[in-house]
Structures are given as structure tokens and as C-alpha cells.
């Protein structure tokens, strides 16, 4: 029998050098997120649907990978980490000191149409601050992603932001129930306002004159916000949090995140949000890399007690994709590669080798090779970046020495081996 071995639709697999490229991102985004006092999450792939079905918002809802167990359970597959992250909260995680700072790496999955940037499989890399609501829980996140993004030398990103609440407030006020709201928002998310006035249309209070107002403020320099939203006559509560957006991205500013783009139509897509929301864009790509923002009623949806929480993901992927686009994979390195190649069957001898390079910390790829395929080996280990070359034969092995060649600048020598890693370094 012929097995087909295309991978399943939107499925991919990944090979090297972009797996490899990704696991350098996720560790980078490890590195910083512990280094922030992050303590991580393995939440499981599978969930019962109804944590995901009541606020995961129309779009992931219908996206979903929805399926009942041998038991007859409705499960799924998670179509985010969020939800997981605060269900694992309530169980287990309620006596810890506030704020509970978790971070996870996962798969995630969503029956989308696939295209460039877009699977049904993906990876997030996320962290959630559950249980503050100050200023500084959500300027964390931001610092987090000053940090991280400094780490992969992505310099050209910009953080798109809103307050979820400013919106909301106003449908409050014109009677909308909390549902309409979140197709609402589904449909700002989606640019469909003519979608969203046909709704609100049904609403004798809503004012659509200042919902058009509302959505097309828009700016880049947080100092511009109070001036821009001035003459609107807003509720109290849309105010406000104008107000706590105006704080919180004057602080980013002054804190190195310049380039901010503060936008009062934008929406996202999953309904838990109630306040902040941000999504991080860069030039190259037309789909955001990353995104977050307030849930500050999650907690209690979920039974637990009122908990103010925020949080984001990146797309692991589209971290990827962002750095190839601007031609910055390469600095991504994953640290000096050495071909270690053998002529002659003394394993003890050439594992003695290895082992001293990879402890200096050289990533050493053994070969053992007649003399007829060395050129071809050599070749190889040109072409797959590997910057140098450590020939042992029955001479080099005698004297416990090692030919080394340097790929790149082409010096060749004769090195005693427990010199090694410093010629590594020198030559
Ligand atoms: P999200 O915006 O739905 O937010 O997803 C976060 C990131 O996951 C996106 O910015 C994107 O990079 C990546 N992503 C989403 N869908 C796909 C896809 N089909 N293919 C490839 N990458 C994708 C969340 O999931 C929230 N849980 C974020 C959050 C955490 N909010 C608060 N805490």
C-alpha cells in the first residue's frame, strides 16, 4: 500500500533550518520571560468545548476543532491558551500571592483557511499577569516585548492599541447586552461596520454620529489622545479609560516603545477582553504577530473569584516569518557548528574529541567517512553554514592532534586536542 505523504491540510511539516530557527525564538522568549519571574504553564492540547465556547467570540468559536471522545465527551482541540491558563488558575493556583505571573509555549488550532502566516496548527508563546490591575501589570507586557523583541534585533515592530472598554461602555449606555456587543466587536474586528450600525440600529439610544467619531481617532503620539477625544460627549467610564490608555502609553513611550499606534475602532477577535488591547504588527507582514490585552472577568466566568488579569501570545511562526521578511534570520545564529570528521573506527577516541568541543559549547555533528568521501563531507558542511572542519585520521590520532579547517577564511593546521575549543576561538 501507497501512503499519501502530504501532511493533512493546513498542517505543516516543519524542517530545518526554520525548525531550528523557531526553537531559537521560543528559547530567546523563555530567556526573557524568566527573566521577568515568569514561571511556566504545560496546560493539555485537548479541553472540554465549553471552556472555549463561551468567550472565545464567534470567529474561533467557529473555527474550532470540535469532537467527541470515546466517553462521549465534547472536547476540543485548544484553539488558544488563555482559557487553559485560567481554568488551570481556579483548580490550583488561587492560594498563590497576587499577581500569579505564568508564561507557556504550545500548540494551538484553528480550522482557518490556510495562507502564508496562517495554519491550522500554530505555535504561541504567551504570558499571563493574573490577579493586578495596575498601570505597571500592563506595562510589564510591554517590557516583556521591549526586551524580547530587542533580543532578536526586531526593531521595526509596532504596537497597535485600544481600550476594548471604551466601546463596550458605549453599548453599556445604549442598552446592548453584553452578546450583541461581543458580535459587535467581532465586527469592528473584522471591518464590517456596516454590519455592526444595522445592528446597532435596532438600538433606539445608540448614537451612531458618535460611534463614527469614536472609531476614527487615530494616532501615534499618546500626547495627541486627550486633545482628540476632547470634544466628544462620552460616558464617564469611556473617559476614564481614555484617560488610563493616555497613562499607560506616555509610559511606554518614556520607557523606550515608541512606536505606538493608538487606534478607538480597533477590536479582536476573542469576546473575554474588557479592557486593553494590544496586537504587534511590523511591515513586511499584513497579519499581526502577536496580541493581548485585558480579561479582568475571565476568573470569574470560570467560577473563580473577581480577578483582574491580562496577558499575551505571539505566533511563534509568524515571529518567523516577521524576522525572515526583514532579512534578520541570520543573526539569529545558533551558535558555531563544527563537522567532526573521522577516518579511522576509534569511537572512544573521536567521542573524547567531541565531547571536549561540545562542552566549550560548539555544536559538533560527528561523520565517519572513508578518505574518497571527504571532499563530499567537507562540501557539505560548507553549504549547511558550518564554520569549521575537524579532520582526525590514523596520523592526527597518533599524536593526539587534529587537523582543523576554518571553512570561511580557509586556515588549515595541525592542533593538539586538548587545544581545540581555543583554536575554535582563534583560528
Ligand atoms: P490571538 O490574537 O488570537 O490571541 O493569537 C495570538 C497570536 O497567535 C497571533 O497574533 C498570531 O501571531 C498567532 N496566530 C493566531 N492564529 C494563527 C494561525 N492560524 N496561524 C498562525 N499563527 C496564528 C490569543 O490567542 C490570546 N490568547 C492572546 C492573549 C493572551 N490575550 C490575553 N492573554
Known amino acids: 500500500m501507497k501512503f499519501k505523504v502530504e501532511p493533512v491540510r493546513g498542517f505543516r511539516d516543519i524542517l530545518p533550518p526554520e525548525s531550528e530557527f523557531l526553537r531559537i525564538i521560543v528559547e530567546k ?7 521577568y519571574g515568569y514561571s511556566e504553564l504545560i496546560p493539555p492540547t485537548v479541553e472540554l468545548f465549553e471552556l472555549f465556547a463561551a468567550k472565545s467570540g464567534p470567529e474561533i468559536s467557529r473555527s474550532m476543532y470540535v469532537f467527541r471522545d470515546k466517553a462521549g465527551r465534547e472536547v476540543c482541540l485548544r484553539p488558544e491558551l488563555t482559557a487553559s491558563v485560567v481554568r488551570i488558575y481556579i483548580k490550583s493556583l488561587l492560594a498563590e500571592s497576587k ?3 505564568l508564561f507557556y509555549v504550545g500548540n494551538a488550532f484553528r480550522y482557518e483557511e490556510p495562507q502564508l502566516g496562517r495554519y491550522r496548527e500554530f505555535f504561541q508563546m504567551g504570558v499571563e499577569l493574573i490577579g493586578d490591575s495596575s498601570v505597571y501589570s500592563d506595562l510589564e507586557l510591554f517590557l516583556i516585548l521591549r526586551d524580547y523583541y530587542k533580543s532578536l534585533d526586531l526593531n521595526n515592530y509596532s504596537i497597535k492599541i485600544s481600550d ?17 456587543q461581543d458580535i459587535l466587536l467581532h465586527y469592528m474586528d473584522k471591518k464590517l461596520y456596516d454590519e455592526a450600525i444595522k445592528t446597532l440600529n435596532n ?47 506616555s509610559l511606554m513611550s518614556s520607557l523606550g516603545i515608541n512606536n505606538i499606534i493608538i487606534d478607538l475602532s480597533f477590536a479582536r477577535g476573542l469576546a473575554y477582553y474588557t479592557g486593553l488591547i494590544f496586537e504587534v504588527v511590523v511591515p513586511n507582514l499584513n497579519i499581526s504577530i502577536g496580541g493581548g490585552g485585558r480579561y479582568d472577568n475571565l476568573v470569574e466566568l470560570y467560577g473563580g473569584p473577581p480577578t483582574p488579569s491580562t496577558g499575551f501570545a505571539l505566533g ?4 518567523y516569518l516577521a524576522l525572515k521578511g526583514l532579512g534578520l534570520t541570520d543573526r539569529l545564529g545558533s551558535g558555531d557548528k563544527v563537522m567532526l570528521i ?13 565531547s571536549t568541543l561540545r562542552s566549550a559549547g560548539y555544536v559538533t555533528n560527528v561523520r565517519f567517512t572513508s578518505k574518497g568521501k571527504l571532499g563530499d563531507i567537507v562540501g557539505l558542511a560548507s553549504k549547511k553554514g558550518y564554520k569549521h572542519v575537524v579532520l582526525i585520521g590514523e596520523k592526527e590520532f597518533k599524536h593526539s592532534k587534529a587537523t582543523v579547517k576554518n571553512l570561511i577564511t580557509k586556515w588549515q593546521g595541525e592542533v593538539d586536542i586538548l587545544k581545540l575549543p581555543q583554536c575554535l576561538r582563534d583560528c
Open 164 to 180: 476594548v472598554g471604551i466601546l463596550r461602555s458605549l453599548f453599556t449606555t445604549w442598552g446592548v447586552g453584553e452578546d450583541v
Open 342 to 354: 573521522s577516518l579511522i573506527d576509534n569511537y572512544a577516541y573521536v567521542d573524547r574529541v567531541a
Open 29 to 35: 522568549f523563555v530567556g526573557v520571560v524568566k527573566s
Open 316 to 319: 511563534v511562526e509568524r515571529t
Open 99 to 101: 499577581p500569579v505571573k
Open 203 to 249: 438600538y433606539g439610544r445608540a448614537d451612531i454620529e458618535l460611534l463614527n467619531e469614536i472609531t476614527k481617532v487615530r494616532c501615534e503620539n499618546p500626547s495627541e489622545l486627550p486633545e482628540l477625544t476632547k470634544s466628544l460627549s462620552l460616558p464617564d467610564e469611556a473617559s476614564r479609560r481614555i484617560m488610563r490608555l493616555y497613562e499607560v502609553t
